[in-house]
C-alpha cells in the first residue's frame, strides 16, 4: 500500500502517513486522541498492534504491555 494520507488533523494542521515512523510526543498524543492505531517493532520484526493507552517520555502502553521508547519502533497505521 503506497504512503496515503489517511488522517488530517485541523487543530494542529498535522497529516500522518500509513507506515509513518512515531517518536514525538505530539504523535502520542494526536494517536491516543484520535484512536489511531499504531505498530510496535523490535529490530524489524513485528510485535504489536493496537491502540495507544498511555505514553510518556520513556515508554509506550499498548494492549496492557509497555513499550520502551528507546528499544521499540512505533509506526502509523490509520485505516487498520
Given at each position: 500500500m503506497a504512503n496515503m494520507p489517511i488522517y488530517e488533523f485541523d487543530q494542529k494542521e498535522?497529516?500522518?502517513?500509513?507506515g509513518q515512523l512515531l517518536y514525538d510526543d505530539r504523535h502520542f498524543e494526536d494517536h491516543m486522541?484520535?484512536?489511531i492505531p499504531i505498530q510496535v517493532y523490535s529490530i524489524g520484526c513485528h510485535k504489536d498492534i493496537g491502540f495507544i493507552e498511555h505514553y510518556s517520555e520513556d515508554y509506550v502502553?499498548?494492549?496492557?504491555?509497555?513499550?520502551d521508547r528507546t528499544q521499540f519502533t512505533f509506526v502509523s497505521r490509520p485505516g487498520f
Amino acid at each position: 500500500m503506497a504512503n496515503m494520507p489517511i488522517y488530517e488533523f485541523d487543530q494542529k494542521e498535522e497529516l500522518y502517513l500509513h507506515g509513518q515512523l512515531l517518536y514525538d510526543d505530539r504523535h502520542f498524543e494526536d494517536h491516543m486522541d484520535h484512536c489511531i492505531p499504531i505498530q510496535v517493532y523490535s529490530i524489524g520484526c513485528h510485535k504489536d498492534i493496537g491502540f495507544i493507552e498511555h505514553y510518556s517520555e520513556d515508554y509506550v502502553k499498548i494492549n496492557h504491555i509497555f513499550y520502551d521508547r528507546t528499544q521499540f519502533t512505533f509506526v502509523s497505521r490509520p485505516g487498520f
